[in-house]
């Protein structure tokens, strides 16, 4: 089968498109052959070997999310059968032999199956993206309606969803974008402001939209640059959910002191049973409703990964970057 590995650690340039051996399942696995697959920024870190959640052996084919169809399941495998439209997400799996490839097996724990009213194409913007912004919203920020939400980065891949997620219960949603193409689909999206970055140029015009309050609840992409300034805007006993950062900052502890503010971390790395039971059947019901639905971005094949990842890194505010493996 084709799929797209790397022999040694670096940049984008040491991903390379081979032919490999097809993975076989074992008892509690399931084999996919791979239609989509949804890109993450964290498989570029994985491939440079600096990323602490996942140094891997060598060679490595890379890649978490995906869609297909089922081609074998083991023989403790329930729940599912040979031909089911899934999607998988397999950052925390035993094993997962990557999903930049034609076809992938993983522990079935990490296979999903994917709502009739979804395409396969269309399914490739879930998994680690839709979790992250559903354990964000209801599992740390724990929204309710009538909340003003404020989403860095609104226009990309988690952003997307947690506009849609904030407006489904009722929130109101300002997002953020550095672009204006980036701000139309903010809008499109359905939240009620967009705008650019908020810095301490711009601040006054966010606290105008609040009536001077504040947003009850940040959504943080990055950290290292918004934080100082988040603190300073977020309303009295507001929730700041750090989602991302690339680096570390400084701070003045007495922002949160004034405000009485909560400044909470996270990330979708090892979820517990339990809340990968919530975030599965939250995410499909809201799905199934119509409540939210899948913005894709650039399409490559497994044969442009140089590029793929390249754009994936360097672009803002164009939803789901994807490999399109196999036509529907």
Same mark, same amino acid.
């Given at each position: 089968?084709?799929?797209?590995?790397?022999?040694?650690?670096?940049?984008?340039?040491?991903?390379?498109?081979?032919?490999?051996?097809?993975?076989?399942?074992?008892?509690?696995?399931?084999?996919?052959?791979?239609?989509?697959?949804?890109?993450?920024?964290?498989?570029?870190?994985?491939?440079?070997?600096?990323?602490?959640?996942?140094?891997?052996?060598?060679?490595?084919?890379?890649? #978490?999310?995906?869609?297909?169809?089922?081609?074998?399941?083991?023989?403790?495998?329930?729940?599912?059968?040979?031909?089911?439209?899934?999607?998988?997400?397999?950052?925390?799996?035993?094993?997962?032999?990557?999903? #930049?490839?034609?076809?992938?097996?993983?522990?079935?724990?990490?296979?999903?199956?994917?709502?009739?009213?979804?395409?396969?194409?269309?399914?490739?913007?879930?998994?680690?993206?839709?979790?992250?912004?559903?354990?964000?919203?209801?599992?740390?920020?724990?929204?309710?309606?009538?909340?003003?939400?404020?989403?860095?980065?609104?226009?990309?891949?988690?952003?997307?969803?947690?506009?849609?997620?904030?407006?489904?219960?009722?929130?109101?949603?300002?997002?953020?974008?550095?672009?204006?193409?980036?701000?139309?689909?903010?809008?499109?999206?359905?939240?009620?402001?967009?705008?650019?970055?908020?810095?301490?140029?711009?601040?006054?015009?966010?606290?105008?939209?609040?009536?001077?309050?504040?947003?009850?609840?940040?959504?943080?992409?990055?950290?290292?640059?918004?934080?100082?300034?988040?603190?300073?805007?977020?309303?009295?006993?507001?929730?700041?959910?750090?989602?991302?950062?690339?680096?570390?900052?400084?701070?003045?502890?007495?922002?949160?002191?004034?405000?009485?503010?909560?400044?909470?971390?996270?990330?979708?790395?090892?979820?517990?049973?339990?809340?990968?039971?919530?975030?599965? #059947?939250?995410?499909?019901?809201?799905?199934?409703?119509?409540?939210?639905?899948? #913005?894709?971005?650039?399409?490559?094949?497994?044969?442009?990964?140089?590029?793929?990842?390249?754009?994936?890194?360097?672009?803002?505010?164009?939803?789901?970057?994807?490999?399109?493996?196999?036509?529907?």
């Amino acid at each position: 089968m084709k799929a797209v590995q790397i022999n040694k650690f670096g940049g984008p340039e040491v991903l390379k498109t081979v032919d490999v051996e097809d993975p076989i399942p074992d008892d509690n696995e399931i084999k996919v052959k791979v239609y989509a697959v949804g890109l993450n920024p964290n498989e570029s870190y994985t491939i440079s070997g600096t990323y602490a959640y996942n140094i891997p052996n060598l060679p490595y084919i890379p890649g #978490y999310d995906a869609t297909g169809i089922i081609e074998e399941i083991g023989s403790n495998v329930e729940n599912f059968e040979v031909g089911d439209r899934v999607f998988l997400s397999a950052f925390s799996a035993n094993r997962n032999t990557g999903t #930049y490839a034609e076809n992938v097996v993983v522990d079935a724990k990490n296979v999903f199956h994917l709502p009739d009213n979804v395409s396969l194409v269309k399914g490739a913007a879930l998994g680690i993206p839709s979790f992250t912004a559903y354990k964000a919203l209801f599992q740390k920020a724990k929204i309710k309606a009538g909340e003003t939400v404020l989403i860095h980065g609104a226009s990309g891949s988690v952003g997307n969803w947690l506009v849609q997620m904030a407006k489904a219960v009722g929130a109101i949603v300002i997002g953020t974008s550095s672009t204006k193409k980036g701000r139309d689909l903010v809008l499109s999206l359905g939240a009620d402001y967009a705008m650019d970055h908020v810095t301490q140029q711009n601040k006054e015009k966010l606290l105008a939209l609040t009536n001077e309050q504040g947003p009850d609840i940040i959504i943080e992409m990055l950290a290292n640059k918004n934080l100082e300034t988040d603190m300073q805007v977020i309303r009295r006993q507001g929730r700041i959910i750090v989602v991302g950062s690339r680096d570390s900052i400084e701070v003045d502890p007495r922002n949160l002191m004034t405000n009485e503010a909560i400044v909470t971390g996270m990330t979708f790395t090892s979820p517990t049973e339990k809340e990968m039971k919530e975030l599965t #059947y939250g995410v499909n019901a809201l799905l199934e409703s119509g409540a939210i639905h899948s #913005y894709i971005g650039n399409k490559f094949s497994l044969d442009e990964p140089v590029k793929a990842h390249k754009t994936l890194m360097e672009s803002s505010g164009n939803g789901r970057t994807i490999f399109l493996v196999t036509e529907e």
